[in-house]
């Protein structure tokens, strides 16, 4: 398989629930990025790992938990969502943390909170 | 504060009817501006990438440009697999990240 791979597809939760989003990439990039995707909104930048290491966190609740075991795979632990935070998920990864390489996405994980 | 404004939020084309959108930008100090591409429940794939003003990319049926205070994505002669959500993000600071408009949503019928 090739690209960035995000699974599940779609995922509903209720806010009580524990859940996780899991990301691939088979790229051989070193950077990974998680995006939230609201109607209307721009992309927000939520995390960005460099190399395994968290690099930025913005302002992002705590009820959203990543993980980078590797410069592979990618993670976000969710608990007691509300259902504001319904919306598009999206992982990315770069070839380098330097952005002008460009990011390729995955398609997403949509995710409803009721 | 970094600012990205798409315009026109939607747009609707017949098959052949070429038109522009506009990725206006407010920044200290851009490194770079990026076209993506993004069809319903998919995530967004890469189009294009501008360094400076002044400078064109083209593809097929687009033509990206770029000046110091916008970027136009122009669509000659459109047809129906062109429609979706083009999104414009610009790289600052110490490119690390991007900066996103809120996207185009354009639909071309026949």
């Known amino acids: 398989e090739t690209g960035v791979t995000q699974t599940p597809r779609h995922l509903v939760m209720g806010m009580t629930n524990k859940k996780s989003l899991k990301c691939e990439q088979h790229?051989?990039?070193?950077?990974m990025y998680w995006y939230k995707q609201s109607a209307k909104k721009p992309l927000e930048l939520m995390f960005v790992?460099?190399?395994?290491?968290?690099?930025e966190n913005n302002s992002v609740p705590s009820r959203f938990s990543p993980e980078c075991p590797n410069s592979s795979h990618l993670f976000l632990h969710l608990h007691t969502l509300q259902p504001e935070d319904s919306a598009l998920y999206l992982c990315?990864?770069?070839?380098?943390?330097?952005?002008?390489?460009?990011?390729?996405f995955g398609s997403g994980t949509r995710l409803t909170v009721v | 504060e970094d600012q990205v404004t798409q315009s026109p939020e939607a747009l609707r084309l017949q098959e052949g009817e070429s038109s522009s959108l506009n990725c206006s930008y407010t920044?200290?100090?851009?490194?770079?501006l990026f076209w993506y591409r993004q069809d319903p429940g998919k995530g967004p794939e890469f189009l294009f990438t501008?360094?400076?003003a002044g400078e064109e990319k083209e593809k097929e049926r687009l033509k990206a440009t770029l000046t110091k205070k916008e970027s136009f994505l122009h669509i000659t002669a459109p047809k129906p697999e062109d429609s979706a959500t083009y999104l414009c993000?610009?790289?600052?600071?110490?490119?690390?990240?991007?900066?996103f408009g809120t996207g185009t949503r354009l639909q071309v019928t026949l």
């Open positions: 920044v200290s100090g851009l490194r770079g």
């Open positions: 790992y460099s190399l395994e290491e968290r690099v």
């Open positions: 990315a990864s770069s070839q380098r943390l330097n952005v002008n390489y460009g990011y390729t």
């Open positions: 993000a610009v790289i600052t600071g110490t490119a690390s990240k991007l900066t």
């Open positions: 501008l360094y400076s």
């Open positions: 790229l051989g990039h070193n950077a």
